[in-house]
């Protein structure tokens, strides 16, 4: 039976229901009994139970359950003509956020008169922060689009604008920026990160500078989440002598600056600066998180260094955290340290799938990324798309071309991977190491659904020069001219084609073109 949703009034009314005493004390009780032979007897008619206590399913478990209690009810309700506030529309569609409900929240959408939405500027805000965060960008534009007031408040422009930049859509995202300063909508500080995030994904320090000088003059220059994103925004632009700028300027400095900072310089490959930060930031009585560990742990070439931080890491208790846990893999298996690389893997609480990939592409060279990949499906992890260019990768290299074309297959039948540019360049490989020039080809041409990148036809005309297929070496190499112009290798691999083929008058051509074009001969 449906909730019904009383007005608090009724409450207040239903007290007049209780009857009240007939005697103001226990004695004038005594009294009345004795002076009567027979006792008084009072009857009341058996109330109704209320439909709000009248629910017998069992409790929910959960508060996913507990909502999707709430939202089966609202349905039947509005399918009973009952009229719902906007008030229960507004607390269901925080909760939906809240606990990630997307579908939920798609539910309750149905279920609100369109003209309420229009006119409810909170009711369609949280409506549209809902969809931004599901990903559906273009539902979240479209109740945008809709909307009575937007000037009222930027709520509902950021909610748009981290939808967007969350997707990869950093162009929509400043477009929507530039709208909103277009319409006069004053800025919050919640506006200018996810603004200069979409800045940093496009890698434009010139917008990127658009934006902090903004910030100034609105007056949020001073604030650490506006300044943070600010020193990963120039970070990722490039300038990393301005993201230290804004960097020292801080009035006050939290976690998540030292450790923006931290990535910054082991990004851009500046080890030394990395280093000092770390010893700085853990004097000021800052420890990097897991993301910061991991980029060091990946990002610096120096086993010296790598053995440091593990050691670190392991003073505080931090080695078997997921994310520093498999950046341990990587590192040890870059250096050719397979032991500890499996030592770790062996003695992880919990592996995900990056765990699996790292261990796999430890051994992309050897038999043992199968064995590891068996086991991967004999604990139901799911493998992804890295999964299988290691995996193709590691059977080109042991040249079992029949497992490959297996393999190629079950991606796509069996999981429902989409083939990527990698995935057709270690198919290429494959083929090219036994060979088997032909069928490379008839791979790129013949199957691909997209024109092939470098890579592939890269892989191509390798195995042409080794093979000494003159014919595919001439359509892959002018293929490659076209997509890498300036690039000297595949010059210098058509010219040993020909070479090798006796071809001089070919080479002298070659030479030539080189030439004309200003640049130098690469031997191979």
């Not at 931290?262 to 851009?268: A, F, I, N, S």
């Not at 790292?358 to 051994?363: K, P, Q, V």
Request: aromatic share 8%; with cysteine.
């Amino acid at each position: 039976m449906p909730v019904q949703y009383l007005e608090p009034r009724c409450f207040t009314l239903c007290t007049h229901l209780v009857p009240r005493p007939l005697f103001r004390s226990s004695s004038e009780a005594r009294k009345a009994t004795t002076s009567n032979h027979k006792p008084t007897t009072f009857s009341f008619r058996k109330s109704a139970p209320t439909p709000l206590l009248s629910d017998r399913r069992p409790r929910p478990r959960t508060r996913l359950e507990a909502l999707d209690r709430v939202v089966d009810d609202l349905e039947a309700s509005k399918a009973n003509g009952v009229t719902i506030d906007v008030g229960i529309f507004a607390s269901v569609l925080e909760a939906c956020y809240q606990l990630r409900a997307f579908d939920h929240g798609a539910r309750v959408h149905r279920l609100i008169p369109t003209n309420l939405l229009r006119r409810n500027v909170g009711l369609s805000s949280k409506l549209l922060r809902l969809y931004a965060a599901s990903g559906r960008a273009g539902d979240a534009h479209e109740v945008f689009d809709q909307m009575p007031r937007r000037d009222a408040s930027a709520f509902a422009w950021n909610s748009l604008i981290s939808g967007y930049a969350e997707l990869g859509q950093y162009e929509d995202a400043l477009a929507l920026y530039f709208q909103m300063e277009e319409e006069g909508v004053e800025p919050d500080r919640y506006t200018f990160p996810r603004v200069l995030k979409a800045c940093a994904g496009i890698g434009s320090i010139r917008i990127g500078e658009a934006v902090h000088r903004h910030a100034v003059r609105t007056g949020f220059v001073c604030d650490c989440f506006v300044l943070n994103s600010l020193v990963d925004m120039y970070a990722k632009c490039g300038d990393i002598v301005q993201a230290r700028k804004v960097f020292d300027k801080m009035p006050s400095r939290d976690l998540v600056s030292w450790n923006t900072m931290l990535t910054g310089y082991v990004r851009h490959g500046l080890l030394v600066e990395a280093v000092d930060l770390f010893h700085r930031m853990l004097q000021d009585g800052f420890r990097p998180d897991s993301v910061a560990i991991s980029a060091m742990l990946t990002g610096i070439p120096s086993l010296k260094l790598g053995l440091q931080v593990h050691g670190w890491v392991v003073r505080l208790g931090l080695e078997w955290t997921l994310s520093i846990a498999n950046s341990l893999i990587v590192v040890y298996s870059n250096h050719g340290m397979l032991d500890k690389a499996c030592w770790v893997f062996d003695n992880m609480a919990e592996r995900d799938i990056v765990s699996w990939n790292a261990i796999i592409s430890a051994h992309s060279k050897l038999p043992h990324a199968l064995s590891y990949y068996e086991q991967m499906e004999r604990a139901d992890v799911l493998p992804d798309c890295i999964t299988f260019v290691a995996l193709l990768s590691t059977l080109a290299h042991l040249g079992l071309v029949k497992d490959g074309e297996t393999l190629f297959a079950r991606m796509r039948e069996k999981y429902g991977i989409e083939p990527s540019m990698e995935h057709y360049s270690c198919m290429v490989n494959l083929y090219a190491r036994k060979g088997m020039v032909d069928e490379a080809y008839a791979m790129i041409v013949e199957r691909m659904e997209f024109e092939a990148g470098p890579t592939v036809w890269g892989a191509l005309l390798h195995a042409c020069y080794v093979h000494g297929n003159v014919k595919i070496g001439e359509v892959a190499a002018e293929k490659l001219f076209e997509l890498e112009p300036d690039n000297e290798h595949n010059y210098a691999l058509l010219i040993n084609i020909y070479e090798n083929a006796g071809r001089l008058d070919d080479v002298e051509k070659m030479r030539i073109m080189l030439v004309e074009r200003g640049l130098e001969l690469e031997t191979c």
